[in-house]
């Protein structure tokens, strides 16, 4: 696939926001809302039908930046908690309760949500790692573009990486991509020892090939270029179903993951939105310099997921 000149396409974003306007919003637990941008956040994608927000977190915080932004609470469901990290524990509870289908971070650090979320006695763990995915709209790239694992695992071994590609198909299934190309990202397309993502690029294909991952068209090693440029990949005579064609990127590491999903962001004028999957539900962990499209779009994705999962009697 090309990579399309310009700014003249339609939003991939907004094409997800549409996507949602038929479905039911998702109750969703908004874990410590007490500042501005948390809480503009959590109101909007309720004003937009995406989320049904329970506000967790201590009520006149929440209350004072309500008034501060203008905010009106009336009918709003408030769980009082007495801290951050008591507002993440009480979130997670709400899910074990089933009383809550999704999270959203608010104003807290991403250590105290995950925290919560990965207690192995109170916490939202599955058989499956949790991993973060980043979903992007690159203006230079004719579709949605999911990168994983940026935000969470940060060495992930073979079986972790396994887990973070069928994370990201099961998103990806759930924005209405039928068939995912994952491209397995190292520094060359070929299979060299002494780099050791190259190895694990073709176990994890050989581990699609067996039913060990599902749902999804894997190849690697490749490099980024010839992931998203089908002219990269035919000058490096690559033949290859998903070269130039990648819906799904998985980075050898977290470091090199966050790096180039920042670098589309702040050079390329991507926009953002991203979720943790692997838990009991997913989880919108926005960042804090993250504005109200990016929160809003999260949400959307939230809400697609769950009810792609109630679809197909996973929730």
């Known amino acids: 696939m090309e990579d399309v000149p310009g700014h003249n396409r339609p939003s991939s974003f907004d094409a997800m926001l549409a996507a949602t306007t038929p479905l039911d919003p998702i109750v969703t637990a908004v874990i410590h809302p007490c500042d501005s941008a948390s809480l503009i956040g959590a109101l909007e994608a309720r004003d937009k039908g995406l989320i049904t927000p329970v506000l967790v977190g201590p009520p006149d915080r929440i209350h004072a930046t309500a008034t501060e932004i203008g905010a009106d609470l009336t009918g709003v469901e408030i769980i009082p908690s007495k801290h951050s990290h008591d507002s993440a ?26 925290s919560a979320a990965v207690d192995k006695a109170t916490g939202l763990r599955t058989e499956r ?13 004719s579709k ?55 190895v694990e690029a073709a176990a994890l294909c050989k581990m699609a ?25 035919k000058a490096k005579g690559i033949i290859s179903d998903v070269a130039g064609e990648a819906d799904i990127l998985v980075a050898p590491d977290l470091e ?4 180039i999903a920042k670098q589309l962001m702040y050079l390329a004028g991507a926009d953002s939105a991203g979720l943790v999957l692997g838990a009991r539900v997913p989880i919108m962990l926005t960042s804090r310099a993250d504005g109200t499209l990016s929160r809003l779009v999260s949400a959307a994705l939230a809400q697609l997921l769950v009810h792609d999962r109630l679809g197909k009697g996973l929730m």
Not at 89 to 114: C, I, N, S, W, Y
Not at 129 to 141: A, E, G, K, N
């Open 89 to 114: 524990a009480r979130a997670v509870a709400l899910v074990r309760e089933g009383r809550v289908q999704a999270l959203m971070k608010g104003a807290l650090h991403t250590d105290e949500v995950m």
């Open 129 to 141: 790692r949790m991993s973060h995915v980043f979903v992007l709209d690159v203006p230079r790239y």
């Open 256 to 259: 090199a993951g966050n790096m």
């Open 209 to 233: 090939d067996r039913g060990q991952i599902t749902g999804g068209l894997l190849d690697g090693p490749l490099a980024f270029d010839n992931a998203i440029s089908t002219r990269a990949a």
């Open 144 to 198: 949605p573009l999911l990168i994983t694992d940026a935000a969470i695992n940060i060495y992930p071994d073979l079986q972790c990486k396994a887990d973070i590609v069928q994370n990201a198909i099961e998103l990806a299934h759930a924005i209405g991509v039928d068939l995912p190309k994952v491209a397995i990202l190292s520094a060359i397309e070929t299979v060299y020892p002494k780099i050791p993502s190259t």
